[in-house]
Every structure is written in C-alpha cells, then in structure tokens.
C-alpha cells in the first residue's frame, strides 16, 4: 500500500491538486490528510470539496488548530493575520463544509500508522515538533512505528535511537528512505498549501507500507494564481507574499 | 541466533549449502537461489550477523546499515545485493559472491613492489569513486573489505559503517566512540565526521601505505587518544622504510594520508588518475622527504591539532561536483588558432569556479605504424614530442598550477574511440571537444558528434560565434 500525505494545505487549491496529481502518477492506493485543511488560502470551500471526494474514497482526516479554529469559532490564541483569515473562512463556508471541519478527530490510528496534525502528546495543545526533544514525546505518547504530522511547514524526519532519543534527518526530496518497522519514526510530511522554507513548491510525502520506505516530495504549483486570489479576496497581503517567496 | 546454521536449512527460500567463514562479525554461509528466482543465476552467499546477548548493541545497529547501504549500491564494485532477513525472525543479507581474492592476502605478502602497488591502488581508488557517486562513503576501507577480481578490478564489502548521505545516519549519535579500524581510520572520523567522501581516501592511503612498505602508517591504536594521535603525527616517510619507493609513490601515498582532509586528494578519481599515470604526479617535498620533519613542522602541526576543525562537506556529490575532473581535447594535428582560442575560454570558465578541478588536455595521433615505414619507433617517438609541446602551448594561458594539469598523446586511429575509452577509463566528469567546422559535409561521422552521443560523461562541444 502507497499512501500520500498531505498536511497544511491551508485552503490552497492549487497546491492541494498539484500534490493530488503528483501522487497519482507515484501510484498511490490512498491519501491521508493531517491537517490545517484550511485557513491563509482563498479556496475553502473548493479545498473541502476536494477532501469531501478524497473521504468518500476512504481518505482519513484529522483535525488541525485552523481547522478547530474555524469549526469552534476559538481562533483567540491565533495571530492576527490567522485569525482574519479565520474569520473569513468561517463565513462562507455552508453548513455541510462547517459539519466536515467539526467531525474531524484529532487523530487517527490505522495498525501500527498515527496521524496527528500536531504532537501525540495532548494533541489539542498543538504542539511544534520542531526539535528533537518535542519528536521524542510525541513519539513516546503513542505505540504507533510510524507518527505522521504537520503544523511544522518544514519536512524532516525523526526516529527514536537506541538511546530513546530522538535524532531528526532533513530529507533529500525524491529519495525514498527506508523507515524500517524496527525503528520508531516519526515525519513531519511538509506543507501542501504554505511552504516556509524558501522553496515555492508543495510539498508532501509518500509512505509505501510494503517497503517500508518514506518519499518527501515537492511539487512546483502555480502560486501565482494561489496569491491573486488571496488578493482579490482581500485577504491580508502578507498571506500572498508569503505563497511568492514560500516563506 | 548466533548458532550455526545446518546445510540443507532453508531461510526465506535460501538453502544454505556449506560454511564458507566464521568471522568476528558473522559467518557466511554459501547459499542457492530460491526455485522461484531463476533471475538470480550467480553464485550466492548469506551473511549471518552474530547477534543477541553477549553481542555488541552496535552490531545490530551496523546490520541495519548494512542493509540498508547495501541494498541503495549497485555496479561492478559491490556485490549485487539479493535480500535481508527480518531482523527480529533471522537477520541475514544475500549477496552476489565475488569471484576474487581478498586484498588482505597482498597485505600479507607486503612490501609488494612500487609497480603492484599502484595497480592495486587504482583499482580500489576507482572502486571508491563507484561508490561516493552514488552518495555513499564506505568509512571502514582495510585489505579485508576488498576483493579483487582476476581481471584486476576491486570490489568492496561490508558497508556495516557506510553512510548514505540520503538516509538517516543510524551510527552517528548513538555512538559516540569513534567507528572504524585503528590502522586505517580518518583523523575526522576519529572526531565523529561520517560523510566526506576523503575520508576514505585517507584509509586508502593507509592501504597503499601498508602494501608498499609492510607497516601501519600510525600503527594499530585502539584507544581514543592513540587514534587521536594522526590529527598530528607524520607517519614515516616510506621510503625511510624501502629506499626503492619511487618519489612518485610516496608523494601518492602520503598526500592520501594528510590530516587535514583538504590537504588531501579532493577525489578517490584523483588518486586513481595519478596512479595509472605516475609521469604525472607532481612531486613535492611530500615525495622527497626522508627524515621526518624537525621540531618546528611538528609543532606547527600540533597547533594544527589543537584547533582541528574538519572542513565542511554536505555530501558526497558536493565534494565530487567541486573535484571533478575535466578533459579538454585538442585537435593539435589541425592548428587552427582561432578555434584553440575558443575551446581555451570555455575550459578557462570550467577550471574558474573550483580549485579542486583538474583538467587533463588529450590529443590523438594517428599511430606511428601508419607514419612512414621502416623508422616507426622514432617516428613515433618524435610525433609524441610534437603533440606534447602543441598540448602544453595551447594550455599555458590558462595559468594552472603543475598539480592541476597533466597531458595526454594518445595513438589511434579512431580518435573517438580513444576519447571515449579515456574518459570512461579515467572518470572523466566534463570532456570538452570542438565542433567540426562549419562548412564541411557529413557532420554525423565527425569525432566530436560521437563522442557527444556515446560518452560516459557530460560534453560541451564548443564552436566559434557565427560570422566570427
């Protein structure tokens, strides 16, 4: 089994199908989204129309904090660009969109496969895994081989050592990395709708079960197509420098 | 786990046949192919680790490696991987077995002469080169890790410490005691550096070291402060040990073994160049030297010691990319000033952006068999001359220093042929070459047409601006 990984697609509609397409051609059986489906883009409700046909096809989804933001109206603790984007989200979304973003759990486990869209440990704090230290409590609070998360943008890969601690590994994109069952791993998989890396490009991950071997990619998408919208929606500007310059 | 395994046992549909080797490490059992794999028609062999209680932890975590490594490799330098065992049922890998002897069974019979040496030399050297291209450095080169073919090439085992500069390093934080054999280890890895490719340059000079005068350059230390010991000390010069060690060889072999891996060949392609061709090496003080250096150098280095910082490499390719080796051929037999003009800037642009690149300038001459009758010998000898010094003229304005430059003449009558053969050969990166001119017919059977269709490597066929 091929399954994709998307995380952060952040209501980016061009970004989401250039990795859907993407990972059509790698031969993937199924897509998983960990999320942040929406939230900084100007193309929820297209983005939700998306993943509505993803989960039909048995797609799992777990919930980020844009996504709790927007279903629960508590975007409080958000930045004030966030939290505009929020707001603006939360009103064009119908009932059946909202009902979607409100029934997302906060994990979901499949065998010895965690999704979690920020740490395992206490998932609803949203966490950055963003060091080691963080990698190797999210990983402790789950018994899963393989953590799957986002809410990072950057891609990196973390496993637990001999020692228990966590060593991270920037990945090379387009390598497939074994992640042997033996080991304890966790990935962060990218962001599919707002890179922060420098790197314009998509990005996202594949996780072939068979092989045990993990695949980060990047996609080149049209952002600039991505950044006139946010503009023309009169979303704040910062959000669509932000696609331009993938930082 | 670690008991032996009965002939006739069959593993993951292997069938083990007969022990061939009880190691430290493991034991290698011959092995035949599952009925259902009639692809795997060469001989195999099954490598058991010893693991379990009363092993190392590190010996699994080099398992892991190996497999990993092993199984990311391929071409005639390494044995064709087949298959690893689950570690937690029965870990085993599955590899091609390599018709050879060890390299270890020369190291036993050292001193060997300059000239064997050499040849030896070259050969793991291009093996090496086989292997940093594809992202891996091997970490633990010794005699025992090398097998050499009848036909003279080398192929190299266990990749156990190997790095892959695109996976997860499984070693490099769990251990923190320096990982590799005492006689052949890098002063870098002695400190922890796991992915420059050098570092196995200077394991192979080591080798080279030991063939060429039956003794470890820095002994056989096992402690950490007597491996830290070659961040400073100068080994012996070798032909303090066996006067009949050319210059040539010792430069070689001591340049391979600087402490500081800068100091060093930039590439194993490099060493394997200089060994095939010792009229080119470029003897220094390194060559000559006999006694070892006074108080003075030795403090120097100390100091040098002190402050060891090991010089910044991402990965493999990086260091390649920068020590790439670039061949310009020169038509010399068709002096045409202007077009030696234009293939000059184009090498010139090339040679700028990396002091590590080496450039090799090639000319073919047709043989002197086929020059005038009776006097071949010195026809032939004097038609070299002349094409040496045309070679030499044409790279003068390029102002490259001795050790960056070397010259060909190459005699054949099909120049293309010769070209290809010498960049395939020598691991060549970048070949340059002019394009026909303009106004003739038939470009398809020019040399520069095919040797830009059927190199091994990149080519710039380079040709004046229109109207110029």
């Not at chain 2, 590190?58 to 044995?79: F, I, K, N, R, S």
């Not at chain 2, 072999?253 to 394997?272: D, F, G, T």
């Not at chain 2, 070949?431 to 095919?450: C, E, H, N, W, Y």
Request: with cysteine.
């Amino acid at each position: 089994m091929k399954l994709a990984l998307l995380a952060d697609v952040h209501s980016n509609l061009e970004g989401l199908r250039a990795c859907l397409e993407h990972a059509r051609e790698q031969g993937v059986d199924g897509v998983a989204f960990v999320g942040d489906l929406v939230g900084y883009g100007a193309d929820p409700e297209a983005v939700l129309d998306l993943v509505g046909e993803q989960v039909a096809r048995g797609a799992a989804v777990v919930r980020g904090n844009h996504d709790a933001a927007v279903a629960e109206r508590g975007a409080d603790t958000m930045n004030r660009t966030a939290e505009a984007a929020v707001g603006w989200t939360r009103e064009r979304l119908s009932p059946a969109h909202q009902a979607l973003l409100a029934g997302l759990p906060l994990t979901v486990k499949r065998d010895d496969l965690l999704l979690v869209h920020a740490s395992a440990d206490r998932p609803a704090d949203w966490t950055y895994v963003s060091d080691p230290m963080r990698a190797e409590q999210s990983l402790l609070a789950s018994d899963a081989t393989w953590v799957f998360s986002g809410h990072v943008h950057e891609q990196m890969l973390y496993f637990l050592g001999a020692g228990a601690r966590a060593q991270p590994f920037k990945p090379t994109p387009g390598v497939a990395i074994p992640v042997p069952s033996r080991r304890r791993w966790l990935a962060i998989v990218g962001s599919a709708g707002q890179p922060r890396d420098g790197n314009t490009a998509a990005a996202y991950a594949v996780f072939d079960r068979e092989r045990a071997t993990l695949t980060f990619h990047r996609v080149p998408y049209e952002w600039a197509r991505a950044a006139a919208k946010i503009r023309a929606a009169g979303l704040p500007e910062s959000l669509a420098r932000r696609l331009e310059r993938g930082e | 786990m670690t008991r032996p395994i009965e002939p006739g046992t069959v593993i993951d549909g292997f069938r083990v046949e007969a022990k061939v080797h009880a190691g430290g490490q493991g034991v290698i059992y011959r092995v035949a192919p599952p009925p259902d794999r009639p692809d795997l028609d060469f001989p195999l062999l099954m490598k058991v680790p010893r693991l379990g209680p009363g092993e190392p932890s590190e010996t699994v975590v080099t398992y892991e490696v190996e497999t990993t490594v092993h199984a990311a490799l391929h071409g005639p330098h390494v044995p064709r991987f087949v298959a690893a065992g689950d570690l937690a049922r029965q870990p085993y890998v599955v590899m091609e077995a390599i018709q050879g002897e060890s390299l270890k069974a020369w190291a036993d019979r050292a001193p060997l002469p300059p000239e064997e040496v050499a040849v030896l030399g070259a050969a793991v050297a291009t093996a090496l080169h086989a292997v940093h291209v594809q992202e891996v450095v091997h970490l633990d080169v010794k005699p025992a890790n090398v097998i050499i073919r009848p036909d003279g090439s080398a192929v190299l085992v266990d990749f156990g410490l190997a790095r892959h500069a695109h996976y997860p390093d499984l070693l490099a934080e769990e251990f923190r005691h320096p990982m590799g054999s005492g006689p052949y280890i890098s002063p870098e890895q002695v400190l922890g550096v796991r992915q420059d490719p050098r570092s196995d340059v200077f394991a192979l000079g080591a080798v080279l070291y030991q063939l060429a005068t039956g003794e470890y350059p820095h002994g056989r230390p096992t402690s950490v402060s007597g491996l830290r010991r070659r961040l400073w000390h100068l080994p012996m010069s070798p032909r303090r040990i066996r006067p009949e060690i050319p210059e040539w060889l010792q430069e070689v072999i001591l340049r391979c073994l600087e402490a500081q891996a800068a100091a060093r060949y930039a590439s194993a392609a490099q060493v394997a160049s200089e060994l095939s061709h010792p009229d080119q090496v470029t003897v220094t003080e390194r060559g000559r030297r006999l006694r070892r250096p006074g108080l003075g150098t030795l403090l120097k280095s100390w100091i040098m010691a002190a402050g060891y910082e090991p010089s910044p490499v991402e990965r493999p390719s990086q260091q390649l990319a920068a020590a790439s080796i670039v061949v310009a051929a020169v038509a010399t037999q068709h002096k045409n000033e202007q077009r030696f003009q234009v293939l000059r800037e184009v090498v010139q642009r090339l040679m700028a952006t990396d002091e590590d690149r080496r450039l090799t300038c090639v000319t073919v001459i047709r043989p002197a068999s086929e020059l005038a009758g009776g006097k071949e010998a010195e026809a032939g000898t004097s038609q070299r001359i002349k094409h040496l010094v045309l070679l030499r003229h044409w790279a003068e304005p390029l102002g490259l220093p001795p050790d960056r430059l070397t010259y060909h003449v190459i005699e054949s009558s099909d120049p293309a042929a010769a070209l290809l053969e010498y960049a395939k050969v020598n691991q060549v990166d970048h070949l340059v070459i002019g394009a026909p001119p303009a106004d003739v017919p038939m470009k398809g059977t020019f040399v520069s047409t095919r040797v830009a269709a059927e190199a091994t490597c990149s080519v710039t066929v380079v040709r004046p601006r229109a109207g110029s």
